[in-house]
């Protein structure tokens, strides 16, 4: 029930539901992406980190720790 583009990397026991994923994205170990949240192009996301739920994730960005439900990352 997700959406990923082209040259995404979804770690070892991570879990993406509801979600559109964009393009060269990679997803650490253990990571827990919830419905609804947006990821756009060139994000890192660490190991065992919580993306909550309708997040979006704007470019280029290094998410190092959980991000909250709703939140808007620039």
Known sequence: DSILFDGVTVGESSIVSGAIIASSVFIGRKVRIDPGTVI??????????????NAVIHPHKEITENVRLGANVM
Request: charged share 35%; no cysteine; hydrophobic share 35%.
């Open 40 to 53: 756009a192009p060139n994000v890192r996301i660490d190991d065992g980190i919580r993306i909550g739920r």
